[in-house]
């Protein structure tokens, strides 16, 4: 059974950075295109970065272009997110999943909170 973890959501200031990662288990994910979505309250799962399993390709959502990197280590089947000058509006809980996304892949999530 396919299991993704994200970890390293914490509380923040605006400005400040943080690194999330996504561990895969299971299986390895090195054949997937991997992203991370996030869910701000009172809102529906957005997009936020993708990449691509062969060549490493990236794609951002317009939001985080700029700010965000994502990367990824298949020998340690991990998937980061590096979110640099984080905003307010970043605030949400933040999931890796395929990308496309599988139903069967969702994980809990890792927080994170940009206060002003």
């Known amino acids: 059974q396919v299991q993704l973890v994200e970890s390293g959501g914490k509380s923040v200031q605006a400005g400040g950075s943080l690194r999330l990662s996504c561990a895969a288990s299971g299986r390895t994910f090195n054949n997937w295109n991997m992203g991370w979505f996030r869910q701000a309250p009172g809102k529906e799962r957005d997009f936020v970065a993708a990449i691509t399993w062969k060549f490493g390709t990236t794609d951002y959502a317009s939001s985080v272009k700029g700010r965000f990197i994502i990367s990824r280590d298949n020998a340690k089947n991990t998937v980061y997110l590096q979110m640099n000058s984080l905003k307010p509006e970043d605030t949400a809980v933040y999931y890796c999943?395929?990308?496309?996304?599988?139903?069967?892949?969702w994980g809990r999530g890792t927080p994170v909170t940009v206060s002003s």
């Open positions: 999943n395929t990308n496309p996304p599988s139903e069967d892949y």
